[in-house]
């Protein structure tokens, strides 16, 4: 018999961490893999994005840091809640402040790496977002935030180097 596991979105800020300007927290992952493009051979990184709640604009999944959890521990809560995916969390690619589009105060960033071992049929916010693996080139385009465009090429200079510690 088959294990069932109900996985559900956390929601509410009242778990939510503010930085002391007021500006939330919020934690990301790049999820990516490792394709074999038939034609060459050769492997080729592919990075998950999913859309936005309110609309169709692409971006790596993220969501608030909440106190009870670890940096690494909200990253990879965030991609299995929105983009249904399960793997192992690197190490930091960086912090960034940014302005809020809709409250106009400075949020503070934190994205990591997730190298994808499992994507799931059923996630939490499968009806709300959708899910699309791209090549890098096309992510960086079509990436809606400029601070998620600055830790993919971070991930991609990362992943290119011959040491791999930092992953």
Avoid at 15 to 31: A, D, F, H, S
Avoid at 95 to 103: A, D, E, G, L
Wanted: aromatic residues 8%.
């Amino acid at each position: 018999m088959a294990a069932v596991c109900l996985l559900v979105s956390r929601s509410g800020r009242h778990l939510q961490r503010y930085n002391n300007t007021g500006g939330r927290q919020v934690v990301g992952c790049i999820p990516y893999r490792f394709k074999e493009d038939t034609m060459s051979n050769e492997l080729e990184l592919e990075v998950l994005l999913v859309s936005s709640q309110k609309g169709e604009a692409l971006m790596f999944p993220k969501g608030g840091w909440e106190i009870d959890e670890s940096l690494e521990e909200a990253a990879s809560r965030e991609s299995i809640e929105e983009a249904g995916v399960v793997g192992t969390v690197g190490n930091q690619l960086g912090q960034w402040n940014f302005i809020s589009k809709r409250h106009g105060i400075y949020y503070e960033g934190h994205m990591f790496p997730l190298f994808v071992n499992q994507q799931l049929d059923i996630w939490p916010e499968k009806n709300l977002r959708k899910r699309i693996w791209m090549t890098v080139p096309q992510a960086r385009e079509i990436c809606q935030h400029w601070w998620m465009k600055e830790a993919l090429d971070i991930l991609v200079k990362r992943l290119s180097s011959q040491d791999t510690r930092e992953l």
